[in-house]
């Protein structure tokens, strides 16, 4: 007797039906993916370990820079201002902004605050007004650049514009506020923009400062490599666009193509003659065209408007003859960032020989050239509380001068 007959009679019927063929594809792809699958999450899981391995033998300090920089060991408030800044960095989210594509997002914490008022959301300037207030009408002066001028790395007292309204707060001859219209990764393009619209609704400042030039070279000669865009360029159009690469690119941040890229670059290795070639030398001299060109456009609106108008090439490690301190040095020679270190100090010679030639703005590329104490803090320049002291030191110097003259004659500094 047949048992395993019976067995299917019983199972399937009289008449046994085998599986159809399109039943074994799908059961096919099925395992298939699920194989697939395993084998991400598994090469997702050995490439964190060998990452989590590699920043325990090698600490990547631009990473944790605030808790590794030797500028901030003498401060009280440290630990706790790190802590605000670290979340900051990790839950606010930029707002978007009519064609200047994003702006700041308001925060409020003990060290670091960005308030909403009539002239939008801005980084808070503690501005330190004196007795000569009482009686006096405001000094308006309004600062615009990207990070470095809203404060990144630092609390609100330590920003370039608080320590500009103390300095020229304290001489007691007049009462200046001062307002901070910066924002991480602006360039000079987008600087302008608020300009203008602050300018539309019929506000009017006494000064201008535009605080400038690592963010400005580093869209115009490295990416996107174009003097007129914006940082982050091809991440933001490609989300405009809505293209496959966009929905995908939160795999950037994956630990396999983090490991991917450290690999890559460590066996990359680029030679200083190529970042000095006739190719960057262009690039270069683009993007200080496309900056002196702003800085006349915004020279135009000062003649029509009524305000004067001073433009300042902030300082970076990549040029200069500053001796660097241990810590400055490791974050110099980061590998990553060789070629970006490069390339960037191909634009900032250009700027120190334009400034030199044309006068129309100020190079403070060598500010701390005689000086050998940490003032940086990351690969972006981002200054500590005393580097900005000193910077704005040198620029309440200029803002003095410039607001004792007459107004119609103040073009010592700006673009002719």
Not at 164 to 169: E, G, H, I
Not at 303 to 313: C, E, I, K, Q, T
């Amino acid at each position: 007797m047949d048992v395993s007959g019976l067995l299917d009679e019983r199972i399937y019927g009289a008449h046994h039906v085998t599986p159809a063929p399109s039943r074994r594809i799908f059961a096919f792809i099925g395992s298939s993916l699920v194989a697939f699958i395993f084998v991400i999450l598994l090469l997702e899981f050995g490439a964190y370990v060998v990452l989590a391995a590699y920043r325990w033998v090698r600490p990547d300090t631009q990473d944790n820079f605030g808790d590794t920089s030797p500028a901030y060991s003498s401060y009280p408030w440290a630990p706790e201002f790190w802590k605000e800044e670290k979340l900051r960095w990790k839950t606010q989210r930029s707002p978007y902004e009519p064609f200047r594509v994003w702006g700041v997002a308001p925060w409020h914490s003990e060290y670091i605050n960005t308030d909403e008022s009539e002239k939008g959301t801005w980084r808070r300037t503690i501005n330190a007004n004196g007795d000569a207030c009482q009686n006096q009408k405001h000094v308006e002066i309004w600062m615009f650049g990207g990070s470095t001028l809203y404060g990144t790395g630092v609390p609100d007292f330590a920003t370039l514009p608080s320590y500009l309204s103390r300095d020229l707060n304290a001489a007691g001859e007049r009462c200046t506020v001062v307002t901070n219209f910066g924002a991480e990764g602006y360039v000079t393009n987008q600087e302008l923009l608020v300009l203008m619209e602050q300018l539309k609704v019929g506000r009017r400042p006494d000064l201008v400062i535009f605080y400038d030039g690592v963010n400005d070279s580093y869209a115009g000669a490295v990416s996107p490599g174009m003097p007129d865009a914006h940082v982050s360029l091809a991440t933001i159009k490609a989300r405009v666009e809505g293209s496959l690469a966009a929905r995908l690119d939160f795999l950037r941040d994956s630990s396999a193509l983090q490991l991917a890229r450290l690999v890559v670059n460590s066996v990359r290795r680029v030679d200083a003659a190529e970042a000095k070639n006739e190719k960057v030398q262009s690039k270069a001299v683009a993007t200080l065209d496309n900056y002196e060109a702003n800085m006349r456009m915004a020279q135009t609106l000062a003649h029509a408007y009524g305000f004067r108008v001073l433009s300042f090439w902030q300082p970076a490690f990549v040029y200069g003859h500053k001796a660097l301190a241990p810590f400055e040095m490791r974050v110099a020679r980061n590998e990553a960032w060789a070629d970006s270190f490069h390339i960037l100090n191909t634009v900032y010679a250009e700027a120190e020989r334009r400034a030199e030639v044309r006068a129309n703005f100020v190079f403070l590329g060598r500010i701390f050239d005689s000086t050998s104490q940490p003032f940086y803090i990351d690969k972006w320049m981002h200054l500590d509380p005393q580097g900005n002291e000193l910077v704005a030191g040198a620029i309440a110097r200029y803002a003095q001068d410039s607001l004792h003259q007459p107004l119609q004659a103040d073009t010592a500094h700006s673009p002719q």
